[in-house]
Every structure is written in structure tokens, then in C-alpha cells.
């Protein structure tokens, strides 16, 4: 598949032209289906597939139901974007798991799309009652992402795909040019459209990279059109005095909500959208202020709102430090294609390392093990959660009572199967300077592709980041360079690479990359990497600590049970009154909601020192199939913990009590699960007096 698709690009990309070249970014990704995951995280696929994200197609009311597919009528909001978010999502987890149920999903939607495009190139329905007002472009945004991944996994049915694309983005020029787009002043959507252009611009430069069609000045200047006319996250947000450095939203009065929603800019969402902003707009530009303005907002988001769980918190808006605090799932998978695309263009190994923690950590918080009920809804993954379930008065400005329970939620419905997908479809790019591949994501995971005259089969056989060896089998024909991303946490000295059956040696990268790189001859290779795995303390807020051991974040495992009810939508749709009425439903036999309850104290600290790692992925091959279920895992650690003075505030913990802190009764041994395994916890912890 992957030679049939460089056949393909190479043969459209055959007359292209120079005269607006773009930057190339540092490393190009690699067509969707190429790369697989194996081993544990072949399971999560597959698991991902038998759960929510692999069934909307068949009974979402917002997907099945969508004004995106033949007959349907209903959206849950204005944006009109469920059915977009669920193809962005879906193409990729259908073709790494040659899922032939998903695919035919796919092929119908994309066949759909095509055959109803109008005249003058438009994708999709129009809005109801346009009555003259400009059409809405932002879920096309999602469907252009969408089909580019389509037509990587389907390079036979590239040239329909790619006419029609080229169909619309001609409009899309036309709009843009004409100053008919439509502004934020026309209600939220347009908002919405207006400070995610980035997601247009993605677009447009795979179309500049791989189907240009000599249309190069055109695609260029439709970039420079909607950077220009959208919102400067460059100069109006992410800026020293203007950037919050404190948490944005606590529990606030109706018209001071109004007020903070009526400010996009300050969703998480959009901001982890707009982590790539200017690294798109440097390869338009090759303005290194546009470098620095991204590592700068990278800095200050985590700086002043990170997590030890590699995320932000962001429950609609900006949390601060507090862990009481938390991120919405949809912010998660955002950060996550986001930091993957700002790696691929510069290649900062502390943005990989980020990407590798947030996967392997805040992802899996935000979903039940099973994948059929995501949150809590919006205030998931928070640091420190000592219940979900329904809290009224709601605790926060933005998130209503029901939003602090795993249950069932439209836009994290639609939006969270994109994450682990397109995670795996970037654990390998090739290297724009030399032509070599470079494992950047690390994880159990399969390669075939064509590098150069040579084709190469990877297979990377691990339980990591469970475990801490990598064993790699590659099989070229032809001599390659092969690269192996070393986290920063790994750069210790203790960590080896064997190639070939030789002597173990430290793996020490290049200092500049991060990578380190082997000859491959023709043939069959073999190496194995042993990262050195240390555990990492971390002071947090008034002197609590976070745990950190490799990519791995953990959390004090804090006992409960769960009462399981039906699924209950709370979103309010927008129906066409002669849509079926079996789609109009407020609960849903498909779905269910989880409400889970602590079995005993939840206000505990901890004394670090007393830290104990319990591994066992060097005695296993395997991980159960629910990978993130508790107790399913071959690590954990055991620490000394006590009860404590700890208050609840506004229905849920509070900033944890200034360390040290007093015992209030017997010292005993605690448990400590991986942050992604772990359904109630303290992910900050407070430090006990000794």
C-alpha cells in the first residue's frame, strides 16, 4: 500500500512548481496505514474499534443522524461539526486495523460527500436558513483532514478525492478573497471558524506537498489569507502580560461566565489547536519569530497550567495549577496531533517527550478501560479526582453537574477517537535532511514503507511504557538509515543499544536531535534498546509531589465502586422536525454512564521516601487486553501514606494543604497505579510530616 501511494503522489506531483515554496518542515510524516500498532497497543485499537468510537456510525444521533449523511437532520450545535469529527477520527483506526465494517463506513461517507458536491466546488450541506448569510467553512476544515487521510490510505481512489478537494478549495479561495467568510460577530461558530484557521492551513500545505496541480501561489496565498483574517494567537494571546498566568475560570457569576465564554480564545481546545498556528505559518513565512512564538506558548501553557500528566488544564477554559482542576478529552487528543506536527516541523525532543506522556497518561484517564463512556466529561483528566459523579451546584463556571461522571457527551463522543490513531500514525517520519527514518513515538508498533530505493519493514516488539526495552526488527532492501528518538528522561548513560547480536553500549544520541542513528544494510537487523527508567519526584502546588518514572505518570490508587446507569445525553440538538423519531433519544442503550464513589478516605499524603517500584515486564510478554484497566498493568509502586486534614470545596478536593502535613491517624502502605490506569486517585500528592 505504502509504495502504491509514493507512486501515486509522486505521479501528481510530477508538474509542480517553485515559485512559492514552502519550508519543508524537518521531518514528513508517513501515509496513513503504513504504521500499526502491535502488541498491547493493538489491543486498545481493537478495543477502541468494539467501543464507542467504532460504533457511532451505526447509532449516534449526531453521526447516523448527521446533515453530513444521506436522509439525516441532526447536530448538536450550529458548528455542524459531529459527523466531520467522527471521519477525522475514523479513517485512521480504520486502516491501521484494516477494519472492514469502519472502512465501508469511510468509503460510504467520503462517497456521499462526493457525489452530493455542488456545482461551484462546495463539500457538504449548506446551512438551514441561509437566507444570504456566509456559508460555514470550519467543519469542512475537519472533513479536508479527514479525506487527506483517506485518499494516503486509499491512493487507488486518489484522483476522485483529490479533483473534488481541489473543486472546493478553488471556493474556499474565492471566499477568502472576497471577504465573504463571514466573522466572529455572526455567533460562535463563525467564532470558532475564525480562530482555527490553522486547521484549514494543515490542509492546504499537504495539498502544496503532494497535489499541487501548479497551484502553488494560489494555496500560499489562500494560507496568507486565512492566517490574516483569523485570530493572531502569535500577537493577541499567547504574549507575556496578555497570556493568563492563573487559573481563568473558578466558580463564577452568571454574567461573569457570559463574559469569559464569549472569549474563544480562551477555550483549551482552541488553544491546543493553535499549539501548530505558527509552526504552519513558519513554513509559510520562514520567519523564526514564528519558531519562537511557539516554543514560547509551549512554555507558557504548562508553565503556568501543566500537569504532571504531560496535558493542561483546561475544563473549558484555563485551570491554573490547582489538580483539582482538569482537562476536557477533546483538549487532550488536540494537544496531541498538535505537539506531533510541531515535533515534525522542528524536531524539539522535550515536544516528543510531551506528546509520549500525554498518551500514555492523560489519554487514557479520560475514558473508561472498555472505551464506552469518556470524562468525566469535561473536567477529565483531573490531577487529584476523589469522585465522579453528579455535582449540583456545579463546582465549575463552564461545566454543568452532570460533567464530573464518565458518561456520554457529544463533542468528546465524536472527537476522542482521533487521539490514539493518529498517535501511532506519527511514531515514525522520515528525515527531510538524509532520507532516513526516525522512530520518534515510542511504543509497540509495525512499519512498511519505501525509503529512498529501499523498501523496510519495521517491527518494534516492547511493552513499553511498561517495560523498558525495545526490540526492533528491520528488514530493508536496501541500505537505510534508521534513527531512534532517546527521550530526555533516558539520557542518563545507563541506557544501551545492541545492534546485530552485539555487545550492549550506551545510547548516547546526537546531542542537537536527541536521535541515534544505525546503518541498516540490506537484510535483517536486530536491535535492542534499554532505557533507563529513574523515578522522578516533582514539588507541585504547596509542596505536594507528583511520580514520574519514564513516560509513566502515577497516581495514589483510591478504592470505589460504580453504579452503572444508561447513557444520557444533556446536549440539546437541532433537529429537522421530520427526522425519525427513534434518533431523538435522551438515554441510550449503547452507552452508559458511570458514577464511581471512594470505599474509604480520600484525603491522604504521602511520605516519598519511602517509594517502592513494583515491576514485573521483564517476567511478561503480554498485558491483558484491557491494557488501562486497574491492576492489568506490570507496574506500580508501593508508598507510605497516612489520613489527613483535607477539605472539599465547591462539591469536589481542594488545592492540596501546605506540606508537610500531619498524620490524623495510622501510617500504612499505599498503592501507586500508572495516572492512565487509575479512575479515582491523587495525582498530587501531599507530603506526610516524618
Request: a negative charge.
Given at each position: 500500500?505504502a509504495?502504491?501511494?509514493?507512486?501515486?503522489?509522486?505521479?501528481l506531483?510530477?508538474?509542480?512548481?517553485t515559485?512559492?515554496a514552502?519550508?519543508?518542515p524537518?521531518?514528513?510524516?508517513?501515509?496513513?496505514?503504513?504504521?500499526?500498532?502491535?502488541?498491547?497497543a493493538?489491543?486498545q485499537?481493537?478495543?477502541?474499534?468494539?467501543?464507542?468510537?467504532?460504533?457511532?456510525?451505526?447509532?449516534?444521533?449526531?453521526v447516523?443522524?448527521?446533515?453530513w449523511?444521506?436522509?439525516g437532520?441532526?447536530?448538536?450545535s450550529e458548528?455542524?461539526e459531529a459527523?466531520?469529527?467522527w471521519?477525522n477520527g475514523a479513517?485512521?483506526?480504520?486502516?491501521?486495523?484494516?477494519?472492514e465494517?469502519?472502512?465501508?463506513?469511510v468509503?460510504d461517507?467520503v462517497d456521499?460527500?462526493?457525489?452530493?458536491?455542488q456545482?461551484?466546488g462546495?463539500?457538504?450541506?449548506?446551512?438551514?436558513?441561509?437566507?444570504?448569510s456566509?456559508?460555514l467553512?470550519?467543519?469542512?476544515?475537519l472533513?479536508?483532514?479527514?479525506?487527506?487521510?483517506?485518499?494516503?490510505?486509499?491512493?487507488?481512489?486518489?484522483?476522485?478525492v483529490l479533483?473534488?478537494?481541489?473543486?472546493?478549495?478553488?471556493?474556499?479561495?474565492?471566499?477568502?478573497?472576497?471577504?465573504?467568510?463571514g466573522?466572529p460577530?455572526l455567533?460562535f461558530?463563525f467564532?470558532?471558524?475564525y480562530?482555527?484557521?490553522e486547521?484549514?492551513?494543515?490542509?492546504?500545505q499537504?495539498?502544496y506537498?503532494?497535489?499541487?496541480r501548479?497551484?502553488?501561489?494560489?494555496?500560499?496565498?489562500t494560507?496568507?489569507l486565512l492566517?490574516?483574517?483569523?485570530?493572531?494567537?502569535k500577537?493577541d494571546?499567547f504574549?507575556?502580560?496578555?497570556?493568563?498566568t492563573q487559573e481563568v475560570?473558578g466558580?463564577?457569576?452568571?454574567?461573569?461566565?457570559?463574559?469569559?465564554?464569549?472569549?474563544?480564545s480562551?477555550?483549551g481546545?482552541?488553544q491546543a489547536?493553535?499549539?501548530?498556528?505558527?509552526a504552519?505559518?513558519?513554513?509559510?513565512t520562514?520567519?523564526?519569530?514564528?519558531?519562537q512564538s511557539?516554543?514560547?506558548r509551549?512554555?507558557?501553557?504548562?508553565?503556568?497550567h501543566?500537569?504532571?500528566?504531560?496535558?493542561?488544564?483546561?475544563?473549558?477554559?484555563?485551570?491554573?495549577?490547582?489538580?483539582?482542576?482538569?482537562t476536557?478529552?477533546?483538549?487532550?487528543?488536540?494537544?496531541?496531533?498538535?505537539?506531533a506536527l510541531?515535533y515534525?516541523?522542528?524536531?524539539?525532543n522535550?515536544?516528543?517527550?510531551r506528546?509520549?506522556?500525554?498518551?500514555?497518561?492523560?489519554?487514557p484517564?479520560?475514558i473508561?478501560?472498555?472505551?464506552?463512556s469518556a470524562?468525566?466529561?469535561s473536567?477529565?483528566?483531573?490531577?487529584?479526582?476523589?469522585w465522579?459523579k453528579?455535582?449540583?451546584?456545579?463546582p465549575f463556571?463552564?461545566?454543568?453537574?452532570?460533567?464530573?461522571i464518565?458518561g456520554?457527551?457529544?463533542?468528546?463522543?465524536?472527537?476522542?477517537?482521533q487521539?490514539a490513531?493518529?498517535y501511532w500514525?506519527?511514531a515514525?517520519f522520515?528525515?527531510?535532511s538524509?532520507?532516513?527514518?526516525?522512530?520518534?513515538f515510542?511504543?509497540?508498533s509495525?512499519?512498511?514503507?519505501?525509503?529512498?530505493d529501499s523498501?523496510?519493514?519495521?517491527t518494534v516488539?516492547?511493552l513499553?511504557p511498561?517495560?523498558?526495552?525495545?526490540?526492533y526488527?528491520?528488514t530493508a532492501?536496501?541500505?537505510?538509515?534508521?534513527?531512534?528518538?532517546?527521550?530526555?528522561?533516558?539520557?542518563?548513560?545507563s541506557?544501551t543499544?545492541?545492534?546485530?547480536?552485539g555487545?550492549?553500549?550506551?545510547?548516547?544520541?546526537?546531542s542537537?536531535?536527541?536521535?541515534?542513528?544505525?546503518?541498516?544494510p540490506a537484510g535483517s537487523?536486530n536491535?535492542?534498546?534499554?532505557l533507563?527508567?529513574?523515578?522522578e519526584i516533582?514539588k507541585?502546588?504547596?509542596g505536594?509531589?507528583?511520580v514520574?518514572?519514564?513516560?509513566?505518570?502515577?497516581?495514589?490508587?483510591l478504592?470505589?465502586?460504580v453504579?452503572?446507569?444508561?447513557?444520557?445525553?444533556?446536549?440539546?440538538s437541532?433537529?429537522?422536525?421530520l427526522?425519525p423519531?427513534?434518533?431523538?433519544i435522551?438515554?441510550?442503550?449503547?452507552?452508559?454512564?458511570?458514577?464511581l464513589?471512594?470505599?474509604?478516605?480520600?484525603?491522604?499524603?504521602?511520605?516519598?521516601?519511602?517509594?517502592?517500584?513494583q515491576?514485573?515486564?521483564n517476567?511478561?510478554d503480554?498485558?491483558?487486553h484491557?491494557t488501562w484497566?486497574?491492576?492489568?498493568?506490570?507496574v506500580s509502586?508501593?508508598?507510605?501514606?497516612?489520613?489527613?486534614?483535607?477539605?472539599?470545596?465547591?462539591?469536589?478536593a481542594?488545592a492540596?494543604?501546605?506540606?508537610?502535613n500531619?498524620?490524623?491517624?495510622?501510617?500504612?502502605?499505599?498503592r501507586l497505579?500508572?495516572?492512565?490506569?487509575?479512575?479515582?486517585?491523587?495525582?498530587?500528592m501531599?507530603v506526610?510530616?516524618?
Amino acid at each position: 500500500m505504502a509504495t502504491m501511494l509514493s507512486l501515486v503522489l509522486i505521479a501528481l506531483s510530477a508538474s509542480r512548481l517553485t515559485t512559492a515554496a514552502l519550508q519543508r518542515p524537518l521531518y514528513s510524516t508517513i501515509p496513513v496505514g503504513a504504521i500499526k500498532p502491535s502488541g498491547w497497543a493493538l489491543d486498545q485499537a481493537q478495543v477502541q474499534a468494539d467501543g464507542l468510537a467504532g460504533h457511532l456510525r451505526e447509532f449516534d444521533s449526531y453521526v447516523a443522524g448527521s446533515i453530513w449523511v444521506e436522509g439525516g437532520s441532526i447536530e448538536y450545535s450550529e458548528m455542524h461539526e459531529a459527523a466531520p469529527y467522527w471521519f477525522n477520527g475514523a479513517v485512521a483506526l480504520a486502516y491501521q486495523l484494516q477494519d472492514e465494517k469502519l472502512i465501508g463506513e469511510v468509503r460510504d461517507f467520503v462517497d456521499h460527500l462526493l457525489a452530493t458536491q455542488q456545482d461551484d466546488g462546495w463539500l457538504g450541506p449548506e446551512q438551514p436558513n441561509l437566507n444570504g448569510s456566509p456559508r460555514l467553512v470550519w467543519p469542512r476544515y475537519l472533513i479536508l483532514m479527514g479525506l487527506t487521510q483517506y485518499v494516503e490510505a486509499e491512493p487507488s481512489d486518489a484522483t476522485r478525492v483529490l479533483d473534488a478537494v481541489h473543486k472546493f478549495i478553488d471556493l474556499v479561495y474565492d471566499i477568502w478573497k472576497n471577504g465573504t467568510y463571514g466573522g466572529p460577530d455572526l455567533g460562535f461558530e463563525f467564532e470558532y471558524q475564525y480562530v482555527r484557521w490553522e486547521e484549514l492551513v494543515l490542509s492546504l500545505q499537504w495539498l502544496y506537498d503532494h497535489d499541487p496541480r501548479g497551484k502553488e501561489d494560489q494555496l500560499t496565498e489562500t494560507m496568507q489569507l486565512l492566517r490574516d483574517t483569523g485570530y493572531s494567537w502569535k500577537n493577541d494571546w499567547f504574549v507575556e502580560g496578555k497570556f493568563p498566568t492563573q487559573e481563568v475560570r473558578g466558580c463564577l457569576s452568571t454574567a461573569e461566565e457570559a463574559l469569559i465564554d464569549a472569549d474563544v480564545s480562551r477555550h483549551g481546545v482552541n488553544q491546543a489547536e493553535a499549539l501548530k498556528s505558527e509552526a504552519l505559518t513558519w513554513r509559510i513565512t520562514g520567519d523564526d519569530s514564528d519558531k519562537q512564538s511557539t516554543v514560547d506558548r509551549i512554555d507558557m501553557l504548562y508553565r503556568y497550567h501543566g500537569r504532571a500528566s504531560g496535558t493542561y488544564s483546561a475544563d473549558e477554559h484555563l485551570g491554573g495549577l490547582n489538580p483539582a482542576r482538569g482537562t476536557e478529552l477533546c483538549t487532550v487528543v488536540e494537544q496531541m496531533f498538535s505537539l506531533a506536527l510541531v515535533y515534525a516541523t522542528f524536531g524539539d525532543n522535550a515536544v516528543a517527550d510531551r506528546v509520549e506522556k500525554i498518551a500514555y497518561n492523560a489519554l487514557p484517564a479520560g475514558i473508561m478501560y472498555d472505551f464506552w463512556s469518556a470524562g468525566p466529561n469535561s473536567l477529565f483528566p483531573a490531577v487529584n479526582q476523589i469522585w465522579a459523579k453528579e455535582m449540583d451546584p456545579k463546582p465549575f463556571g463552564a461545566n454543568g453537574p452532570r460533567s464530573n461522571i464518565f458518561g456520554f457527551e457529544p463533542c468528546v463522543n465524536v472527537n476522542h477517537g482521533q487521539g490514539a490513531p493518529k498517535y501511532w500514525g506519527h511514531a515514525f517520519f522520515t528525515d527531510n535532511s538524509d532520507n532516513s527514518l526516525v522512530h520518534a513515538f515510542l511504543g509497540p508498533s509495525t512499519l512498511n514503507t519505501t525509503v529512498g530505493d529501499s523498501s523496510v519493514q519495521v517491527t518494534v516488539d516492547t511493552l513499553y511504557p511498561f517495560g523498558n526495552v525495545l526490540n526492533y526488527e528491520i528488514t530493508a532492501s536496501a541500505p537505510t538509515a534508521f534513527k531512534i528518538r532517546v527521550p530526555s528522561w533516558a539520557q542518563t548513560g545507563s541506557s544501551t543499544i545492541a545492534v546485530g547480536g552485539g555487545d550492549a553500549t550506551p545510547l548516547n544520541p546526537d546531542s542537537a536531535t536527541s536521535l541515534y542513528r544505525v546503518e541498516i544494510p540490506a537484510g535483517s537487523t536486530n536491535i535492542v534498546v534499554i532505557l533507563d527508567m529513574q523515578v522522578e519526584i516533582e514539588k507541585r502546588l504547596n509542596g505536594a509531589v507528583a511520580v514520574t518514572r519514564g513516560p509513566l505518570n502515577y497516581a495514589l490508587e483510591l478504592a470505589y465502586n460504580v453504579t452503572t446507569t444508561e447513557g444520557l445525553s444533556t446536549s440539546v440538538s437541532l433537529p429537522n422536525s421530520l427526522a425519525p423519531p427513534d434518533l431523538f433519544i435522551q438515554t441510550d442503550n449503547h452507552t452508559v454512564d458511570n458514577t464511581l464513589l471512594p470505599t474509604s478516605t480520600w484525603a491522604l499524603a504521602i511520605n516519598p521516601g519511602t517509594l517502592t517500584v513494583q515491576d514485573t515486564s521483564n517476567d511478561t510478554d503480554s498485558i491483558p487486553h484491557y491494557t488501562w484497566k486497574p491492576g492489568n498493568l506490570p507496574v506500580s509502586m508501593t508508598v507510605q501514606a497516612c489520613p489527613i486534614a483535607w477539605d472539599v470545596v465547591n462539591g469536589t478536593a481542594s488545592a492540596p494543604p501546605q506540606s508537610p502535613n500531619a498524620c490524623t491517624g495510622d501510617v500504612f502502605e499505599a498503592r501507586l497505579l500508572p495516572f492512565g490506569s487509575s479512575q479515582l486517585r491523587l495525582g498530587e500528592m501531599p507530603v506526610m510530616q516524618t
